[in-house]
């Protein structure tokens, strides 16, 4: 199966028919149907490292101040108890935790809604453990590789550049605007994914202040490191969704196959 980083962004695009939301929908009419997803989101931190583990797992708005049509908003796709302990199993480096006190989050659903809008593919969501580095999540991303080959679709959802302080939130409707650190951290970033220089983005923060302003804590960035430790020798990477909202937030997407 191909792996996904999809730069999810406001929770409202999942409301709207927008060019992100197309973007994904492109995206999804070439992916072969997924035994099952698996999705890792900016928006599940954990001490330690979890795996949803229920059947049937709750649609998590998480989150304030949006209309009520948003929290209205169901993805009620089933849960795998087994898939959960297959991963689980398959993982050495950490001992992985089963959980029944999670579900999709915003970051999971807003996106997955519109690559399987019948909400008929089995789902799990994995947390990204807040203790620990960006090598540990790059090398945890590789010892996912086998469900790749089993027909699991891999998803990571965050955002590249993601300074919420910072946005200029009077020019969200302005097609593409960024601030100048903004455009040379994305183009940066961009290069280095098409270059296949994981190392260097491993240590993003040795890339310069404009990354260090683009990325002031790591959450919405570690997602893409899993999809980077997943990728494998000539693989190509697609980079779509490229563009900057509010200044300081980018919903760049990246698929890997």
Not at 38 to 44: T, V, Y
Not at 116 to 139: Q, R, V
């Amino acid at each position: 199966m191909p792996v996904l980083f999809l730069g999810h962004g406001n929770p409202m695009n999942a409301l709207e028919d927008n060019t992100f939301t197309q973007g994904f929908q492109a995206v999804a009419q070439k992916l072969p149907k997924p035994r099952a997803i698996l999705c890792i989101s900016a928006h599940w931190e954990t001490k330690g490292t979890f795996v949803t583990a229920m059947e049937h797992p709750e649609t998590i708005h998480d989150f304030g101040g949006f209309p009520q049509a948003l929290f209205d908003v169901q993805y009620p796709a089933p849960g795998s108890p087994d898939l959960a302990l297959e991963t689980k199993k398959l993982i050495s480096s950490v001992d992985i935790g089963l959980t029944e006190e999670w579900g999709l989050d915003h970051g999971c659903w807003t996106v997955v809604k519109f690559l399987f809008p019948n909400a008929d593919i089995t789902i799990i969501e994995m947390s990204i453990d807040y203790t620990k580095g960006p090598e540990f999540h790059y090398a945890l991303g590789k010892e996912l590789a086998v469900l790749r080959r089993k027909g699991i679709l891999i998803i990571r959802s965050g955002n590249t550049i993601h300074n919420l302080r910072m946005a200029a939130w009077d020019k969200m409707m302005t097609s593409g605007f960024g601030y100048d650190w903004a455009i040379t951290a994305n183009e940066k970033l961009k290069q280095l994914i098409t270059d296949g220089d994981h190392k260097s983005l491993i240590q993003y923060d040795k890339l310069g202040k404009e990354v260090q302003l683009s990325i002031p804590t790591p959450e919405h960035y570690l997602p893409l490191l899993y999809i980077l430790g997943l990728q494998e020798k000539d693989e190509k990477v697609t980079i779509f969704n490229d563009e900057l909202v509010a200044g300081s937030l980018n919903m760049m997407s990246v698929k890997i196959d």
